[in-house]
C-alpha cells in the first residue's frame, strides 16, 4: 500500500499474528521505499531482459505487462527462452525481475473504476448513493426488529433531511466537506447539552424546511451523517485513484536486485568455465601412466559392493569378479586422474569386462572406452543409471582418497558426458554431499547442483499471488493460511489428492488470463469457482464446519464464518498455481539440456 493512495487489497496477505514487534519494525523498513537510483536499477535490470528475451520494452507498461507472473511468463513464452544467459537470470531471480505491480496497478484501477461506476456519472446521482449506503452503515450493528422500526420511524427523516443538504451543497458549489466542517464547528462548539439545539439550527440556517427534529439531531449527525461522509470521501478517492495507481519499490526490492545480480554473476562464470572445459577435455583416453599391481587395493570388498550395487540398480543380472574388477582397474588406473570416471565408462559400455565368465577373461583397451553416443541404455529409467553412476564414480573417487581436484575433474568429465540437469531429489543430495566433502561447493563444477537448487528457490508458491480472496474476509485474513498450516490438508495444497482433479483446459483459461495483460478478477474467480465443482468436498467441508463452529464461540481471533464458495476458489487457484511453477520448473530444466554445451 503506498502512501497517499487509496488501496482497495485484492490479495490475501495473511494474518499479521506472525509478527512480533521487532519483526513489523523490521518489515516497515524493508517497506519503505526505495531511492530513485535504485528504482532505476531494477527497472533497467527488468528492461534488459525483456529485451534479451526478444519482446516489446521500449515503454514501461511492455515490460509490466509481461513481466507479472514468473510462473505464467515462462509457460506462457518458452519459445522465447533461446540462450543460457535468458536461462540463468530466470533461475537467479527471485523477486526483481517479475513484480505484481503492473497487475495490481490494473487490477485494482479496474477495480475501484467498477466501485466508482456504482455513484453515477454526475454529483447528484453520486449523493443519491451516498445516502442509501449511509443508511446501510447506519443499520448495520443492528438487530432486524430495530431496523424495521427504524425504517418506519427515522429514514424518511434522515433521507430527506441529507438529500435536501446534498442538493445544497451542490447548488453552492462549496462540497460536503465545507458543511462537514461547519456541523462538526457547531457541535464542538455548543454548550454542553445544547449539541441538538446546535445541530439543528445549523442545518435549518441551510435548510430552512429540514424536518429533522431536535430529539434526533445528535444521532443524525453522530451516525447518520458521518456514515454517509464516508461514502463521501469514498467517492472523492475513487475518482482520483482510478485514474492513475502506481506502485513503488521498497529497500527489500534493491536488496532483492542485489542478490539477483550476485547469483547471475556466480551462474554466468561457472557456466563459461565449464563451456570451456567441455570445450578442451578429450573424450577419448589414452595410457598416461603405469600401475603394476592393484592387488593391494582390488582384495578389498568396499569396490566389489560397489560395482554390484551399480550393476543390481542398472538391471544388471552379472555378478561382479574381483579378478575382473581389479583388470578394468588397472585400465582405469591407466588414465591418471581419471580413474573414477574411465571405471565408470568401463562398468557402462564393457559389462561383460568386470562380470564373472565361463569362458576366461578377455583383454580390452583404452580406444574400446569412448564416451557412449547414447548417454543412457534403454532400462531402467534415466534418473536411476544417472544417480547410480555418480554414486560408483564418487565410490571410486573415496577409495583411492582422491584430493579435491581429483574429485573436480572426474565430476567435470560427468557432467560433460550426462549434462548439467539433475534428475532426481536424491541425485541432487548427493551432489551436495559430495561437494561440501570436497570443498567444491564454490567451484564451478558445482554448477548442475545450482541449476537444481536455484530451479526450485526462483519458482515459490506465494499466497499474495492468489485472486480468488475476497479483501477482509474470514479466508483472506486467517482461514486460508490456517488450512496450509493444518497437515492434513498438504496434499490438497498441492494438488496431489486424487479427490482433487483439474482439467487441462482449466489451467490454460487461467493462464491465457495472466497473459492478456491485466488480468480480469472476476474471470478468474469463475474459472476456479467452476474447477471446484467436480472435486470432492467432505474433508474440508467437516474442517471448516469445525472452523466456523468455533468463530461462533470466540476461539478465533476473527469471529466470522468462512464462505465456501470462496475457500474452494482459493483452493483450486493454489492448485492451479502450483501446477504452473511445476510446469515452469519443467522448462528451465529442459533449457539446461537443450542449451548448455
Not at 59 to 79: C, D, M, Q, T, W
Not at 305 to 328: F, H
Not at 562 to 577: A, G, K, P, R, W
Amino acid at each position: 500500500m503506498q502512501k497517499d493512495n487509496h488501496f482497495v487489497e485484492i490479495r490475501p496477505r495473511g494474518s499479521q499474528r506472525q509478527y512480533t514487534l521487532e519483526k513489523r519494525k523490521i518489515l516497515a523498513n524493508d517497506m519503505s521505499c526505495a531511492s530513485v537510483e535504485q528504482a532505476d536499477a531494477i527497472n533497467d535490470a527488468r528492461t534488459a531482459f525483456a529485451a534479451a528475451c526478444g519482446l516489446p520494452h521500449s515503454r514501461p507498461n511492455e515490460v509490466y505487462r509481461v513481466l507479472g507472473h514468473k510462473a505464467a511468463f515462462i509457460n506462457s513464452y518458452e519459445e522465447n527462452i533461446t540462450d543460457m544467459k535468458t536461462v540463468d537470470a530466470l533461475l537467479a531471480d527471485r523477486s526483481t525481475l517479475f513484480s505484481s505491480n503492473y497487475e495490481d496497478n490494473r487490477v485494482n484501477r479496474s477495480h475501484l473504476h467498477e466501485l466508482l461506476r456504482q455513484y453515477g456519472e454526475g454529483t447528484q446521482q453520486a449523493y443519491a448513493v451516498c445516502v442509501e449506503r449511509a443508511w446501510d452503515k447506519y443499520c448495520s450493528a443492528k438487530k432486524q426488529e430495530q431496523i424495521d422500526k427504524l425504517e418506519q420511524m427515522v429514514r424518511p427523516m434522515y433521507e430527506s433531511t441529507l438529500k435536501a443538504l446534498a442538493e445544497y451543497a451542490r447548488a453552492t458549489r462549496n462540497g460536503m466537506q465545507y458543511y462537514a466542517r461547519e456541523l462538526h464547528n457547531a457541535n464542538e462548539n455548543a454548550p454542553d447539552g445544547q449539541e441538538a439545539q446546535a445541530l439543528t439550527a445549523q442545518i435549518k440556517q441551510w435548510v430552512p424546511d429540514a424536518v429533522l427534529t431536535e430529539n434526533r439531531a445528535v444521532d443524525f449527525y453522530v451516525r447518520y451523517f458521518s456514515a454517509f461522509m464516508s461514502a463521501y470521501r469514498e467517492h472523492r478517492r475513487l475518482k482520483e485513484d482510478h485514474k492513475k495507481f502506481e506502485g513503488q519499490y521498497m529497500k527489500r526490492d534493491a536488496e532483492a536486485l542485489k542478490q539477483y545480480l550476485e547469483r547471475r554473476k556466480c551462474l554466468n562464470k561457472y557456466r563459461e568455465f565449464c563451456t570451456e572445459w567441455n570445450s578442451h577435455s578429450k573424450t577419448t583416453f589414452e595410457v598416461i601412466g603405469e600401475w603394476s599391481d592393484c592387488s593391494n587395493v582390488c582384495d578389498a570388498e568396499y569396490l566389489k559392493k560397489s560395482v554390484t550395487a551399480y550393476l543390481k540398480a542398472t538391471r544388471g543380472k552379472n555378478v561382479p569378479d574381483m579378478e575382473n574388477i581389479k583388470e578394468a582397474l588397472q585400465l582405469a588406473r591407466n588414465a591418471a586422474k581419471h580413474t573414477a570416471f574411465v571405471f565408470m565408462l568401463i562398468c557402462i559400455q564393457k559389462r561383460d569386462c568386470i562380470a564373472a565368465r565361463k569362458d576366461g577373461k578377455r583383454d580390452f583397451s583404452l580406444d574400446e572406452v569412448p564416451f557412449p553416443e547414447n548417454v543412457y541404455q534403454e532400462k531402467p529409467s534415466a534418473e536411476k543409471q544417472r544417480k547410480a553412476r555418480l554414486l560408483l564414480l564418487l565410490d571410486v573417487c573415496e577409495f583411492f582418497h582422491d584430493d579435491g581436484e581429483t574429485v573436480r575433474d572426474n565430476l567435470l568429465y560427468f557432467l560433460k558426458l550426462h549434462g548439467y540437469r539433475i534428475l532426481s531429489e536424491e541425485e541432487a543430495e548427493l551432489w551436495r554431499t559430495a561437494l561440501e566433502k570436497y570443498g567444491l561447493m564454490d567451484n564451478p563444477v558445482s554448477l548442475a547442483w545450482r541449476y537444481y537448487e536455484n530451479a526450485q528457490q526462483c519458482l515459490q508458491f506465494d499466497p499474495s499471488e492468489l485472486y480468488c480472496c475476497e479483501a477482509a474476509s474470514p479466508v483472506h485474513i486467517d482461514g486460508f493460511w490456517t488450512m496450509m498450516n493444518n497437515a492434513d490438508f498438504a496434499r490438497y495444497i498441492s494438488g496431489e489428492s486424487r479427490q482433487i482433479r483439474i482439467s487441462d483446459e482449466t489451467i490454460a483459461e487461467y493462464l491465457k488470463e495472466w497473459d492478456s495483460g491485466c488480468p480480469d478478477v472476476t474471470h478468474m474467480k469463475e474459472i476456479c469457482l467452476k474447477a471446484a465443482e467436480n472435486n470432492g468436498r467432505k474433508n474440508i467441508d467437516a474442517w471448516m464446519e469445525k472452523w466456523n463452529a468455533q468463530s461462533k464461540n470466540g476461539e478465533h481471533w476473527l469471529t466470522r464464518e468462512m464462505n465456501s464458495d470462496e475457500l474452494y476458489s482459493v483452493l483450486m487457484e493454489t492448485i492451479i498455481q502450483q501446477r504452473l511453477i511445476k510446469g515452469a520448473r519443467d522448462i528451465l530444466l529442459k533449457k539446461i539440456d537443450e542449451l548448455m554445451p
